[in-house]
């Protein structure tokens, strides 16, 4: 399927803003499920020094710095993706999840080895042994991992009440877990820290939704806005069955000498809807936690109070079937 994203931030300040540094994670990532065909982000007032790096994540991030004065910012990018909705495991034939455990903190390829970082805690998913605890119901010793990821995921679906005004973006996880309330962004937290109690490596993936589904498909929650969820991570060597090929990164160079070792695998859960990653998600950008992937933050001085609206659409481009 092909997609239109279009995500517009502005802010409206109370007095005027005489300089602002700022970063932007709005154009979509390249994945083997995704293509982002073309991405354009504008900027307005128009920017004394506008840049794009890629981060330590594989992210496309854009800096910009405003420094005249200005009573609003407008940040906008419009995108088009193009997404195949990734083959589904087999969660049953999966290997146990001490097995995965094992293997991640002991392999020495370059992929699981950067993939480790995700195992730690991070700064808004702290070790707390709530999460532990709530793990453990589902990860029961020797039991396919993947089954084990399927069933927390549907757990934090039913036990957690999905409510817009619960919480903030500086709610913290502790509350989160005890309240059970909150938004994508604090189930996407959740299952992070769940998962890395477990000694699992997970990540933070933020992105959209499809904003209206064909016909007889329902909607589905956090379609009006950025949209969040989570990977779980599989080194290359801790599957006993193939793994869904659209979900595995290619090999560089035949087998033999010069081929780099096999990547792993990640799989995404959007704990949100109860459901693996489809075709109606596009994701944008990946992280420890909600901070490394911040649609748009900065600093501004001056300004006073300031208002923020933010306006998300997702359109499907091809005829609906």
Known sequence: ????????????????????????????????????????????????????????FGNRVNYFSIQQSHAALEVSAVSEVEVTAPAAPDADASPPWEQVRLRLHEAREPDAVNARMFALPSPAIPAQQAALDYALVSFTPGRPVLAAARELMARIYTEFDYDPAATGVATPLAEVLDQRHGVCQDFAHVGIACLRALGLAARYVSGYLETLPPPGQP????????HAWYALYLPSQASSSPLPETQTA???????????????????????????????????????DYGDVTPVRGVFYG???????VAVDVDRLEPRV
């Open 1 to 56: 399927m092909r997609f239109r994203v279009s995500h517009t931030t502005h802010y409206g300040y109370g007095s005027p803003v005489s300089l602002c540094h700022s970063i932007a994670h709005l154009k979509p990532r390249q994945t083997p499920h995704q293509r982002c065909l073309r991405s354009q982000v504008r900027v307005s007032p128009w920017p004394s020094v506008s840049r794009e790096h890629t981060d330590i």
């Open 219 to 226: 909607k589905l929650r956090g379609a009006d806005a950025s």
């Open 250 to 288: 290619p090999t560089a160079g035949e087998s033999g000498q010069g081929a780099e070792p096999p990547a792993g695998t990640w799989i995404d859960y959007d704990p949100t809807n109860d459901c693996l990653l489809g075709e109606q998600h596009i994701t944008t950008a990946v992280g420890r």
């Open 303 to 309: 300004g006073g109070e300031h208002r923020l609206s």
